[in-house]
T-cell receptor, first 111, second 112 residues
Framework: ETGVTQSPTHLIKTRGQQVTLRCSSQ?????VSWYQQALGQGPQFIFQ???????GRGNFPPRFSGLQFPNYSSELNVNALELDDSALYLC??????????FGPGTRLTVT | GQQLNQSPQSMFIQEGEDVSMNCTSS?????WLWYKQDPGEGPVLLIA?????ELTSNGRLTAQFGITRKDSFLNISASIPSDVGIYFC????????????FGKGTRLSVIA
């Protein structure tokens, strides 16, 4: 059984640029959730996708958007990057609603 | 919105000691999840609790779902160096869209 994978591992971008992060869900899981984790904090929910449709969204602006593909993999896109967007971005997949399994994360640094 | 409060924020213990940490909320949760996060990694699910009063073990780890449904406890027995990390409690939010709400974590350091 393959776990959740994310790419890239690390990324450095300049303020105002756009970024795309990718996630492959664990086999058998049809739901993908994205979280932002700032240093010293717990993960904060961004949004969730179920069968290619957005299925819930946290308190993040519209410049955070996403996609889910037929194979249940997913992308997180962030436009007009700000310095405060620097964080660890985590993807989690699940088949039941509550037990979510996380990938290793993508560390985004915005300069 | 819902908040989960974890205590202590951090703890230093000697190898071999037992550890206890807790998570409380002002609102009721129907599920409690405990995760461990190593530096630079994603959280790993340790234990899931679904019933008030439930006590569940995973090796040296034991977690309990509080009777009031507003708290949960995690105990680690006979700590070892690889127990070092940040322990998070989490539960489904009441938004109806089933995202997880996380506490801020308890940072555990083990002194050999």
């Amino acid at each position: 059984e393959t776990g959740v994978t994310q790419s890239p591992t690390h990324l450095i971008k300049t303020r105002g640029q756009q970024v795309t992060l990718r996630c492959s869900s664990q086999s058998g899981h049809n739901t993908v959730s994205w979280y932002q984790q700032a240093l010293g904090q717990g993960p904060q929910f961004i949004f969730q996708y179920y069968r290619e449709e957005e299925n819930g969204r946290g308190n993040f602006p519209p410049r955070f958007s996403g996609l889910q593909f037929p194979n249940y993999s997913s992308e997180l896109n962030v436009n007009a990057l700000e310095l405060d967007d620097s964080a660890l971005y985590l993807c989690a997949s699940s088949s039941t609603s509550y037990e979510q399994y996380f990938g290793p994360g993508t560390r985004l640094t915005v300069t | 919105g819902q908040q989960l409060n974890q205590s202590p924020q951090s703890m230093f213990i000697q190898e071999g000691e037992d550890v206890s940490m807790n998570c409380t909320s002002s609102s009721i949760f129907n599920t409690w999840l405990w995760y461990k996060q190593d530096p630079g990694e994603g959280p790993v699910l340790l234990i899931a609790l679904y019933k008030a009063g439930e006590l569940t073990s995973n090796g040296r780890l034991t977690a309990q779902f509080g009777i009031t449904r507003k708290d949960s406890f995690l105990n680690i027995s006979a700590s070892i160096p690889s127990d070092v990390g940040i322990y998070f409690c989490a539960g489904p939010s009441d938004s109806g869209n089933t995202p997880l709400v996380f506490g801020k974590g308890t940072r555990l350091s083990v002194i050999a």
